[in-house]
């Protein structure tokens, strides 16, 4: 009997809320430059992951290419601009354009949490 191998696919295409979203925030003018806007982010360890869009830092083989996942720097803070949280981190600053549906806002709110005790 051959051997059952499960496959798992996953999307990196964004939802009509989602692009909404990105284009709200990539219209607004922030205090910063932004190196890159993400969708889907959620917290872990005290940096952001998500998928990246508009990223300012191209290479010749198109990584961080829109709908690339993105692991950014450790976050050294974070602030409200308007309607959007802007991450300022070691290796860029980053909006968050929309989190991730079953743990990115209860892992941002964590994190700041985390801040307010220091």
Not at 25 to 50: E, M, Q, W
Request: aromatic content about 12%.
């Amino acid at each position: 009997m051959p051997e059952v191998i499960e496959l798992e696919f996953h999307s990196k295409d964004v939802s009509e809320f989602q692009l909404r979203r990105l284009v709200r925030a990539s219209l607004r003018k922030y205090t910063v430059p932004v190196t890159a806007f993400i969708s889907d982010a959620f917290i872990a360890d005290d940096t952001c992951v998500g998928v990246s869009f508009d990223h300012s830092e191209k290479d010749d083989a198109y990584h961080r290419a829109d709908g690339s996942i993105l692991h950014t720097g450790k976050i050294q803070s974070a602030r409200k601009e308007g309607r959007f949280w802007l991450l300022e981190t070691q290796d860029g600053n980053y909006v968050i354009a929309s989190f991730r549906r079953d743990l990115g806002r209860a892992s941002f709110s964590k994190l700041l949490q985390s801040a307010d005790r220091f």
